[in-house]
């Protein structure tokens, strides 16, 4: 038996009980009888407080009074649930292994001694990994060039950040206008999930849709309406969409001109430089940070996919679901953070779309996520890959940089939050990756 950790405040242990090769882990939380005694209090306190009993004052009805009334395993269940309460959370942060599903069994309380529990995970489940699957991998990969055209690109962006846009009631539609539509997507003739706007804001030129389909709207005026063809490329995210051509039926709304802003003294001061030449060699520099990054992303992509297709293993579908989970807690905390008052419930139905299909959506990148994860993981642990702390300090110290705050600070609230254990795990994936290399 493993024990982790023992919190000397509370005496709370937590001891490794079972772990297997299929991903199973059992953990025994123990609390001292102290904790149930003063739970069984809090029991009597809240139920005394609500129980009319002939011969006793509201409130005055003595403890073995109430346990006759209503039964010794009244109060014992319901210490049960207040003990669970009060530490599985703390419990939990000091437990490492990344959980994709937890129960909670065999609760075990007696008045007088130590309260006890099981936390019950499923984890990512070991698999053998043929070494060839991923050692001396052969890609092909193209890296990203850097040059001055891209420089100038990101003075433009810059621009158009702070561009006015005044309205073209006459004219038709140029490149670098921003045009207002709404648009119906089909696939064989059939509207698929997120293929439909209203009021789009779309800027002709940007290649923010799939294809040609922003030049096939070049001419047009306001109030036409077209039916546009685009085909979305191979590699597309959604599989279902993959390679097919989509009609769609496009009006448009409104056009405005966008206009650029001069590069003088005020724009300068607006976007927090003092000279033209600072802004450029500013962005120069951070355009060359950017391809560089792209270079190593892009790389590093390439060498997962080919370990994944190598290792002929699926990921379990738990870490799947798992993980379109994640995708859904982040669109909450995005929505929450734009629109406050919004329920995920509202979300849906201006989207128009179901939690089911909503989930569909995300599977496809969740699956390819779990299975680089999967394999990733079994790597790390057949190569006896780790992170130390001296890693997680490094990482931590780049993550506070980024944050413009101090190292020792985000490492508190990280620790506070019960999330350690997903920053060893992000540096245990990434010095991974860095072995394939």
């Known amino acids: ?11 709370m242990q937590v001891n490794e009980m079972e772990r297997n090769s299929e991903g199973k882990v059992v953990y025994k939380i123990t609390l ?13 306190k809240d139920l005394v407080k609500i129980v009319n009993i002939p011969g006793f004052r509201k409130g005055k009805v003595p403890k073995k009074v109430l346990e006759v009334r209503v039964g010794k395993e009244y109060f014992q269940e319901e210490a049960k649930k207040i003990l669970v309460e009060e530490s599985y959370y703390e419990a939990f942060k000091k437990i490492e292994d ?7 069994d065999n609760l ?22 043929k070494s060839e699957s991923y050692k001396g991998l052969e890609i092909k990969f193209t890296p990203e060039a850097f040059s001055d055209d891209k420089v100038e690109k990101a003075i433009e962006d810059l621009r158009k950040r702070h561009a006015e846009q005044d309205e073209k009631k006459d004219g038709a539609i140029e490149k670098g206008d921003v045009a207002i539509i709404d648009f119906l997507g089909k696939v064989d003739g059939t509207p698929f999930e997120g293929g439909e706007g ?3 804001s779309l800027e002709i030129g940007s290649k923010t849709f799939i294809d040609n389909f922003e030049d096939q709207l070049i001419g047009l005026k306001v109030g036409d309406k077209k039916d546009v063809k685009a085909t979305f490329p191979e590699d ?12 769609f039926e496009v009006e448009i709304k409104m056009i405005k001109e966008m206009k650029l802003p001069e590069i003088n003294e005020e724009f300068l001061k607006k976007v927090n430089y003092k000279t033209e030449e600072e802004m450029k060699k500013d962005l120069e520099k951070k355009t060359k940070e950017m391809v560089e990054n792209n270079n190593k992303v892009g790389l590093e992509n390439k060498l997962v996919d080919a370990a994944v297709e190598n290792s002929k293993i699926e990921a379990p579908e738990k870490m799947v679901e798992y993980l379109i989970d994640k995708q859904i807690e982040e669109i909450e905390q995005n929505m929450k953070k734009y629109f406050p008052h919004m329920t995920i419930n509202d979300y849906l139905k201006a989207i128009n779309t179901t939690m089911e299909n909503l989930r569909d959506q995300q599977r496809d990148k969740a699956k390819k996520q779990a299975q680089a994860e999967f394999v990733l993981k079994n790597i790390a642990r057949i190569e006896k890959i780790e992170a130390t702390e001296e890693d997680v300090k490094g990482h931590i110290e780049k993550m506070a940089e980024g944050m413009n705050q101090k190292p020792d600070k985000l490492m508190e609230v990280i620790e506070m939050q019960g999330n350690m254990k997903f920053v060893k795990e992000e540096v ?6 860095d072995f394939l290399k």
Do not use: H
């Open 236 to 247: 597309y995210r959604e599989e279902k969409l993959a390679g097919k051509e989509a009609t």
């Open 108 to 129: 075990d309380l007696t008045v007088g001694k130590d309260f006890t529990y099981e936390i019950k995970l499923e984890t990512i489940p070991e698999v053998d990994i």
């Open 1 to 11: 038996m493993k024990k982790l950790n023992v919190d000397r405040r509370k005496l």
């Open 428 to 433: 245990q994936l990434q010095k991974t990756v």
């Open 98 to 104: 990344k959980a994709l599903s937890q129960e909670i």
């Open 198 to 200: 209203k009021d789009y």
């Open 32 to 44: 001292p009888s102290k904790k149930v005694d003063e739970a069984i209090e809090r029991v009597y």
